[in-house]
């Protein structure tokens, strides 16, 4: 019998890669699903449950800290499999080329809880194009004291760029801090043409 080794090309190793991620989604053996995309703003990675997007993250994140995240809030059972975000990188896609102002993905929330998931389900309700003061938004959860809590559960959105955490700003309209960093938020501004 012979042990030599044959080499895989790069087109039969992604196709098995691809049959590898659908087959795992159909045997329920995905908990987590990701992928990368290029965006004006650097690449993002996404990641799904089967309830929604449960991530978005910029570069700057470190995309392997994230998948560690992942894993220990959500399940260890991750997988590359574009597939499944298919929908979330057309939606992305069109945001970034000005054809979207909403997003109609389904959305999982479980990377935040109390005040601070309160926070970013209320952030999709600013429409594009417009801009509210960490103040205004805590008022509109109810707890208008809560300014600088609202501000932390800006800065740990799971969800940039889809739960609009970038058009929230300090009172006196500066743009306050973004898990992306300021250059993207200023992009993501001036993409919504926000005042």
């Given at each position: 019998m012979d042990n030599t080794l044959f080499p895989i090309d790069s087109a039969t190793l992604t196709e098995l890669k691809a049959r590898l991620a659908v087959e795992a989604q159909e045997r329920g053996l995905v908990d987590v699903a990701y992928r990368t995309i290029d965006t004006p703003v650097?690449?993002?990675l996404l990641a799904a449950t089967e309830a929604g997007l449960v991530r978005v993250a910029y570069e700057k994140e470190d995309?392997?800290?994230?998948?560690?995240?992942l894993a220990s809030k959500i399940s260890p059972r991750i997988l590359k499999a574009p597939r499944r975000?298919?929908?979330?990188a057309e939606e992305i896609d069109e945001y970034f080329s000005g054809t979207r102002l909403t997003f109609d993905v389904p959305l999982d929330f479980s990377m935040s809880s109390g005040f601070r998931q309160s926070v970013q389900r209320y952030l999709p309700h600013?429409?594009?194009?417009h801009t509210e003061s960490y103040k205004e938004v805590a008022e509109h959860v109810g707890n208008p004291k809560a300014s600088r809590a609202v501000g932390t559960a800006c800065a740990t959105n799971p969800l940039p760029v889809v739960?609009?955490?970038h058009r929230v700003l300090?009172?006196?309209g500066s743009l306050g801090g973004y898990i992306g960093g300021l250059e993207a938020k200023t992009t993501l501004l001036n993409l919504e043409n926000a005042a």
């Amino acid at each position: 019998m012979d042990n030599t080794l044959f080499p895989i090309d790069s087109a039969t190793l992604t196709e098995l890669k691809a049959r590898l991620a659908v087959e795992a989604q159909e045997r329920g053996l995905v908990d987590v699903a990701y992928r990368t995309i290029d965006t004006p703003v650097g690449p993002l990675l996404l990641a799904a449950t089967e309830a929604g997007l449960v991530r978005v993250a910029y570069e700057k994140e470190d995309f392997s800290a994230v998948l560690d995240s992942l894993a220990s809030k959500i399940s260890p059972r991750i997988l590359k499999a574009p597939r499944r975000l298919d929908p979330v990188a057309e939606e992305i896609d069109e945001y970034f080329s000005g054809t979207r102002l909403t997003f109609d993905v389904p959305l999982d929330f479980s990377m935040s809880s109390g005040f601070r998931q309160s926070v970013q389900r209320y952030l999709p309700h600013i429409k594009y194009g417009h801009t509210e003061s960490y103040k205004e938004v805590a008022e509109h959860v109810g707890n208008p004291k809560a300014s600088r809590a609202v501000g932390t559960a800006c800065a740990t959105n799971p969800l940039p760029v889809v739960v609009p955490c970038h058009r929230v700003l300090r009172s006196d309209g500066s743009l306050g801090g973004y898990i992306g960093g300021l250059e993207a938020k200023t992009t993501l501004l001036n993409l919504e043409n926000a005042a």
